[in-house]
């Protein structure tokens, strides 16, 4: 009774918060899943654990044993190009630029049994249906799409750690749904080191599988309950056989065994199924054990109801996107909504429903007091994304910051996370940026923990000298080029880095951090050639390297970037930069000519992440290092070129259709620069509570925050024509300068831009 | 103060304990160890989990890809012909006729590092050691030998769950210990599957290794504390190397890196010694996490004094050997209690200090209120092994059915197990031979769980269906001989398993049950063919085989033994048998033929586990099926055969020489035959109460029971020649027929044979 009661209240509230807008149709995952956008359409509800989507390929099926392009092609599993649909696995990427996870793929087929996937040229050779966009529908939260092949209709939903599948059948006597356990993203012949699955019963099993990827050593644990009784099932392994056979000799291990262990296992389960009748299946993962798994899918979804497992998962999502709400254009919604749903996918929650958790020293541990989050690409989401939580999702970065304290102490190394995904960390890019984010968080009030342990996190990383040149960066002030392919990119990271440190160990009162930190912050200046005027490598006798170009992105010194781009880099001081460069007129024109310039098609074949369409002149919106360039005309004494830039970036770099993304979202680093940047203001130096204005492309936007304050921007004479600020008002009060900071926002009130046709050239 | 209080204390007691004769000196560890005995010689407390022993080579340097007789021939890991020695691995059987584990090995080394194992024709060629047995020292937990080719002395000792190593090394710069990952016993191309290093300082790693031998899926944790901190280490992965190369990028993954991962890693740890200089390893294992290894070692070991863990392991194994005192010629007393050793030596504890183990559905489970138990080898076992621990192990024994039932329980295909180690079952011989020991277990009162459950357990296991024929066994009441190759042997021994649960059902008052299996009970005869009077393979018509060789052990029906030996298989209804075969008359001349028959060589090429010395005329006591035939004299009216036999078996099959034990231990029952028999009876038929008597080797035994009460055997006027009995007494009461039951031995009290050198025919 009492249950009844609860349920219905529930649905009351659900109501309630569909009271608010319904701001789930403005989300279309399909946004970003051609071309470079990376991102994937399936289900998935905010910061979930599970991310059920189709994949149209992956590796597994054309690997030639080297690193090859595919290993980046199909870093979601889906791409918006291909005809053909292999199935839905459990976990997938936003928008990274390498490729892992696509665990425990599932595809209802039907007819004659086919246990290999086949080949897109030839769908029927196997597993895999042929499907088309006509019969695809993508949601937040939701995913249907007709299988052709096998006359099947898939949807898909899910909670936070489980996947819930729906399977309309025809009329058939050999219906079958597979489960391959071989398949995976960044799938090489060695990936998958071992997979065990205990059938249970004629409706649940569960599991594990081992693997060896982008993540050096992680494990994910199942539990997959049907809606019906299977009527038969098997497997097909691939394995060599093994030496010992007692388990072969004494039962069948391809159909009807009651556990198999293995390191290629493709596994089916067998049905009869009348016209229209639905098959309903749920995969709960851990990180931890199958009895968690079991106990998560318990917990979650103890029913069968997937309307009801869809409706909450769009409410979640609703809660979450109106946070926002804004007044725009329908595509700028459309764009809009679709950020804030791709900043919110990343990072996900890494723990099951009692806390625990794998630790990056493999052990189990208890998640006490916060939620324990994983996929963090830190290179990519210091700048613009946790910055972006700080404001909207303040409790939740401030968990995410308790997580990467906890692998901090996890870690063999004492280090903060680089880039880490499930236990591990695959250590990509470059900078040490987790200090970044941890300063924004502590600096802005966000992180509620122990600061002063924080700081000393961040002094014990930043001091790791067998890293990446940390040690020659300490001694000299710079890495040299002969030590480091990338010297110049990270020595500029570093220096930003250590002034995040710096700005924290000041607000913590550690004046002799302070001025230690201060000072490496400076160390941009040791790669700066003041004769031509560029970032430049830099020898260990202190001469600059002679053979040198500005354009290229490859062995120049810098990573997924060129000096070009780079020579901006130095967010923590804008204005000695500008003095650097010959102050505010040459800066300015400086910048002009990056907007203006033709780079030569060479450049494009060699750079990786970003389509044509990911550059402006010489700007490269597609990868991160610029992505607080535009803002520089602040400096200059011309924000109208600022508000110019944003205007045009925000227009050619995200369109609400699946090619719409011009480089990688990055886990969502993309979106929130749309985000802030449609709002018009950016945080160009994380780590300081100021954000630059730019020029808001929203007419209006409502911003509700954690602490129960709503801080509005309002945009006056908004138009597509009106791309400059004539005047911006904080509360009615004019603005000195082109600035606001995290505290006015948190205040509550509003910010009136005042827009025009005409720059304010005064 | 306290502490030391307690220690002292404990002292105390240890020297108290000491007051009782000190027997280990009688275990000669090396008995076995040569030819097919397949003991190991190193340090173990009684049922230790770690067995911490010289591995003299394995199969992994000359595995070919195929089953060969090396799976066999290392399955101790040390063979007392080889002349050096690869190092010292944690985990190693006793005794069996199959090999696995092998886990952790660790050499001293000395000189330029080498990281391969070299070959035993040239040790120099890798970082293996010649060695000598004149410089070799074997005692019950406790091993020592001196490695020639480093000048270094090694010693071993263990706790139960940590192995201690003591290395004494002379002066030299360039010192060395190996961890070798890749070492293992069944160490085929693909056993190990993963393997997990973490360096967490200069003195302690963890880790785990996950390996895919005998055991199919099986993962051992370990924590490793060196007694002084390495000033290097480094490794050499014979990996393919990885497509995402990351963390290689990044840190040098050779020398003093963080962590590793990988399926093919050999470590080193690099020190200066002085002369003499001893460095400590301690390993501790555990089967369900780092953590636990950890807090094993930290609980068990917390100090680096070896000589206090030596002395402990020797007081643990004297507590036990303690348990039975008997007077008897020297190299009887050592036969005697090495037999006791090796008794004690498996099953192995299966669970961490706090409890917790791995089941075999591959969760983590805790153990509440027992002592989790491996290593059941139980077609072996069951005859007399655990028979033996009613007796003198009454507690262990629940503990150890109380291990079976969670092993049931936590089982896929809900069955007992059949030979299970580590979480797995690798499904080895044949029968269900736990309903044996669970019967005896609650018929002698030793079990003090659910017995009801566990018949329920017997119910299901034997009612398997798909297991090994048994469907047709129950429908035809044997199996056919094109169904199974060893039909015949197979029928037989579910028939007796089957007589056990009839026997428990009478115990628990369940007659339906009782009845259904006395009935099952009498298939065996079935199988026998009355026209020639041998068990013999039947077709599914009912008709018998027409080829078909009573001598022959190969393709005939039987597993590990022939028609003439098998055919006296039926413990449960000698009685019957011996109608069956033509009464007691014909059937003494059968048992004399068999003990004089001269068996062709073919047979000995032809036949696993036992060499030419493992037989008497056509009696395999090498093997396990027969080991109950000498006793069944006794119900042909002719008992001074039983006498004669057992006396010569005694002398002739057990030898206190490396080379001393005709057939594998088989973890214990070659020894318990011993121990039994060697006082007199013997459990012909677990399940009942009674054992029959045959002619004790000792002049005296006392067996002090857990209940507080001596039962002592004496033997009057005992000799070598004297092996007939003129008469027993049971507390002075003249015994009417030669048995005894379990009850009489609990009560206390004596045993009186009088011996005479000339048999008593009346």
Sequence with gaps: MTKVILFVLFQFFAFLSFAQPNLVPYVHPLIGTEKMGHTFPGATVPFGAVQLSPDSDTLSYEFNGKYNGDVYRYCAGYKYEDKTIVGFSHTHFSGTGHSDLGDFLIMPTQGALQLNPGVASNPKSGYRSAFSHANEVAEAGYYKVKLDDHNILAELTASNRVGFHQYTFPKSDQSHVILDLMHGIYNYDDKVVWTYVRVVNDTLITGYRQTNGWARTRTVYFALSFSKPFKAYGQQSQDKPQVYKGFW??????????????????????????????????????????????????????????????????????????????????????NFYTSLYHTFVNPTTYMDVNGQYKGLDQNVHQANGFTNYTTFSLWDTYRALHPFFNLIQPARNNDMVQSMLTHYDQSPLKMLPIWSHYANDNWCMSGYHSVSVLADAIIKGVFKGDAQKALNACIATSNHRDYEGIGEYIDKGYIAATSNSTSVSNTLEYAYDDWCIAQLAKKLNRQDVYEMYQKRAQNWQNVYDKSIGFMRPRLADGTFKSEFDVHSTHGQGFIEGNSWNFSFFVPQDPATLVQYMGGPKKFATRLDTLFAMNLPDMFFAETEDITREGIIGGYIHGNEPAHHVAYL??????????QERIRMILKMQYKPTPDGLGGNDDCGQMSAWYLFSSMGFYPVVPGSEEYSLGSPSVKNAQIKLENGQTFIVEAINQSDQNVYVQKVLLNGQPLAKPTITHSDILKGGKLTFYMSAKPMKK
């Design 633 to 642: 005309y602040n400096w200059t004494g011309q924000p109208w070129k600022t």
């Design 249 to 334: 000799r004494k039962f069948d291990q391809t159909r009807n065994f009651p556990e198999i262990a293995g390191k290629r296992i493709r596994m089916y389960f067998d049905f009869a199924t009348q016209e229209g009748e639905k098959i309903k299946l749920k995969m709960a993962i851990s990180p931890v054990s199958q009895e968690n798994a079991l106990a998560n899918m318990q917990t979650e979804v103890p029913h069968w109801n997937f309307e009801q497992v869809k409706t909450q998962a769009q409410t979640a999502w609703n809660r979450e996107l109106s946070k926002i709400q804004i007044d725009a254009s329908e595509p700028d919604k459309v």
